[in-house]
């Protein structure tokens, strides 16, 4: 995908994720990417390694496709035969892949953007619809006293003073008016053949991975379910008496998933875990001595540049003139001819705006780490798979570029925590929630977080870490990682606490429990306004009745959840009128409005009771058959290529589920409840003794979908049932090809 040939495969219909990826020019750096590494080669043993290892996994992968004949039914379908030309620079550029997929404050800043300029509302009014993070991080006080006593001249903040803000929104709206006025709108035709494509795209039986694309990348959305859940206990508060770790990483779940149970085994170390295509090495698991879990940081590691010029040749930048240089992208369609992409750059990076409407009328430049020419992040990878202890574990993140991970550690007697990555310092008045002009200094980037000065703790105090996307650090902390609001909801992280603080020793069976908790806090949020509620229908008062003696507990068994969930999607629709988005998911806002009123929506508080009350009334109505919260809540697995055309029913498959947005077992809900987001991969790591380690995936270890190993780990993932990964012996199953100089199939 990132090189850009999807519509060679699929068609005219593919060109707009084409588009998109080549404008941002994945493959384009990560050749550059590769070739700085093999600069590298003769002067770094790790970084030699590390292309000695890549260079045997893309002979593995193209012998495969030389050896193989019975391509998978959706390539024949597609009339698709691979070409045997994968290279270092395609798992490069997969990492780089990810890393958008992780990476949330490019949406952020899009939505605020739009927000402002597009839909007119004041940087005061964007503040109470979007507010600032409040609850648990994941180290605390003590952990930074290492950290905090450093001396720097390069403290930053965390919150932005509103009067600063202001003055950066009113120099945006300035250069709008400017454009406009002007007339530099040279973006208008790629942005129509952007929403004719969408709206075919949305109407038609088209590819599944493309849909995604186009829905998670183009489309703003703040109603996505996505984030992950680790935690490690210490030995002196588990049953072992050694740590254990725990990891449910929330991604897209597909057919075939995306992730792949492995054991690799060598004769310098062993390791096993799970891994994704593209991947040589085991992204999350153990070895013999160490184990490891992430979770997303979701570091601010991007900036739009709104572009002030006069012209379309150059720009300002911080009082000096810029060229622009044109890159040309040659775009194949299958059955039609070739499209020629004209990609604008800039010092700062490509110009984005052909491919997000929000930003259609003002030339936008994306500056991104993950764009930049180094990228060493798969050297920290395969070094992990190779560390024995505590100092390799971090030494490995040296490397490590992006996307910033909450990297948690454990060996048989201690536990740890890092946040690698290439993190900028900006300058102060930037604080990473707009778009920043660029003849301004707070479009350049000064300098970067050292890595000694990255968060980090050894052994901390409480005796276990938990992330969950929640903030990283205390406000003390002397940079900016993330601003305030757009961390992710508080809810899992806190859960997951509870549920540790709760027990004094805790079990690989309560951690087995625990990742498929249903409880939900955001239930909680919101429980003591029911009290509150003046309900006129008998149904509406007796589903009162019944929140108020629930125990939160969202199963798919629970009439409850299904009152509760029907009323909050409703009344997240509150400022649909000024945003412009059917839901608004920020809890947080929703509960001020019910404490303290809100004047722009329902009015006084009294009145944002009864607005609440009568939204009640209605759902009780509607649901007065009392549905099972599992009846209308459907977790939908879907085929990558099929699964919304009619062959989908074969591929795809749809399951009753419970859980919410923010409980930890993730199950959020979207258009009809049904979602396709979720745990897409769950490991516990006992460190006493690697054999007892519990793996799980959905669907299965096949993506053909005749196979028995299609969807054989369904069931027990859905059950939140494990399977094993035979350790300390030499067993190889069957089809495993094995590499001794030359490549066999076994």
Not at 265 to 290: D, K, Q, R, W
Not at 435 to 463: A, D, H, Q, T
Not at 583 to 600: A, Q, R, S, Y
Not at 728 to 735: K, L, R, S, V
Request: hydrophobic share 40%; with cysteine.
């Amino acid at each position: 995908a990132s090189r850009g040939r999807l519509a060679q495969v699929l068609g005219s219909a593919a060109l707009a994720s084409d588009q998109f990826l080549l404008t941002l020019g994945f493959y384009h750096v990560s050749q550059q990417a590769y070739q700085l590494l093999l600069t590298k080669r003769n002067t770094d043993t790790n970084i030699s390694m590390a292309l000695d290892a890549m260079d045997a996994y893309c002979l593995g992968v193209n012998q495969y496709i030389k050896n193989t004949i019975n391509y998978p039914l959706e390539f024949k379908l597609a009339g698709f035969n691979p070409i045997a030309d994968f290279n270092p620079a395609d798992i490069i550029s997969f990492v780089k892949i990810m890393s958008l997929t992780l990476s949330g404050n490019l949406n952020r800043e899009l939505l605020r953007y739009d927000l402002l300029i597009n839909k007119n509302l004041s940087a005061q009014r964007i503040l109470e619809l979007l507010p600032n993070y409040s609850g648990p991080t994941v180290l605390q006080e003590e952990d930074l006293n290492h950290l905090l006593n450093l001396k720097t001249n390069e403290k930053t903040y965390n919150d932005l003073e509103i009067d600063k803000t202001i003055e950066i929104t009113e120099k945006l709206k300035q250069i709008h008016k400017q454009n406009i006025k002007q007339n530099i709108n040279q973006n208008n035709q790629n942005n129509e053949q952007f929403l004719k494509f969408n709206e075919k795209i949305q109407q038609s039986d088209l590819i599944s991975p493309i849909k995604s694309i186009l829905n998670k990348l183009y489309n703003v959305d703040v109603n996505n379910a996505l984030g992950s859940n680790n935690w490690v206990i210490h030995g002196n508060r588990t049953s072992t008496g050694s740590p254990l770790i725990a990891n449910d990483p929330h991604l897209d779940l597909t057919a075939p998933s995306i992730w792949i149970l492995m054991k690799l085994t060598c004769p310098e170390f062993e390791v096993a875990g799970a891994t994704f295509v593209s991947a040589p090495g085991i992204i999350l698991g153990h070895n013999s001595i160490i184990a490891w879990a992430v979770t997303n940081v979701g570091a601010d590691v991007q900036d739009l540049i709104v572009l002030e010029s006069s012209d379309e040749t150059t720009y300002w930048s911080n009082g000096e003139i810029k060229h622009y240089t044109n890159r040309i992208e040659d775009i194949p369609i299958k059955d039609e001819a070739n499209y020629n992409l004209v990609v604008k750059e800039t010092l700062y990076g490509p110009v984005v705006s052909k491919i997000f409407p929000q930003i259609a009328n003002t030339n936008i430049a994306l500056r991104w780490i993950s764009l930049e020419s180094e990228d060493t992040t798969i050297v920290s990878f395969l070094l992990l798979n190779r560390a024995k202890n505590w100092e390799e574990f971090r030494n490995a993140f040296h490397y490590y570029i992006a996307p910033s991970q909450n990297f948690i550690f454990a060996d048989s007697s201690n536990i740890g925590y890092q946040c690698p990555g290439k993190i900028p310092i900006r300058e102060k008045g930037n604080n990473g929630a707009y778009p920043v002009p660029s003849n301004s200094s707070l479009s350049i980037w000064k300098n970067f977080i050292k890595f000694e000065n990255l968060p980090w703790v050894y052994n901390p105090k409480e005796g276990f870490l938990v992330s969950a996307n929640n903030q990283v650090t205390p406000n003390s902390y002397n940079y900016l990682l993330l601003y305030s609001p757009d961390w992710e909801e508080r809810f899992r992280a806190q859960r997951i606490r509870d549920m540790i603080e709760a027990k004094p020793k805790i079990s690989i069976e309560d951690i087995s429990k625990m990742q498929m908790d249903q409880k939900s806090l955001l239930f909680e949020l919101f429980r003591n306004y029911f009290h509150q509620f003046n309900c006129n229908t008998s149904e509406g008062i007796n589903a009162i009745n019944l929140l108020i003696g629930w125990d939160g507990v969202s199963s798919v068994d629970s009439i409850e959840a299904t009152y509760f969930y029907l009323w909050y999607l409703e009344f997240n629709k509150l400022p649909s009128s000024q945003v412009k988005f059917t839901h608004w998911n920020i809890p947080d806002f929703l509960v001020n409005v019910l404490e303290k009123g809100d004047p722009t929506t329902c009015g006084t508080k009294e009145q944002c009771i009864s607005y609440a009350s009568k939204l009640f009334d209605q759902i009780s109505l509607q649901n007065s058959k009392k549905k099972k919260w599992g009846e209308i809540h459907t977790l939908l697995i879907d085929n990558m290529i099929f699964g919304s055309t009619i062959a989908g029913c074969a591929f795809n498959r749809e399951l009753a589920s419970g859980g919410d947005s923010f409980t930890v077992y993730l199950a959020g809900f979207g258009k009809n409840l049904t979602f396709g987001e979720g745990p897409s991969y769950r490991h516990i790591s006992d460190l006493k003794n690697f054999a007892n380690s519990r793996y799980i995936i959905p669907m299965g270890q096949s993506g053909t979908v005749i196979s028995k190993y299609y969807s054989s780990l369904l069931d027990l993932w859905y059950k939140g049932q494990y399977i094993s990964i035979a350790w300390n012996n030499n067993y190889i199953g069957d089809d495993i090809l094995i590499i001794n100089g030359n490549i066999t199939q076994a």
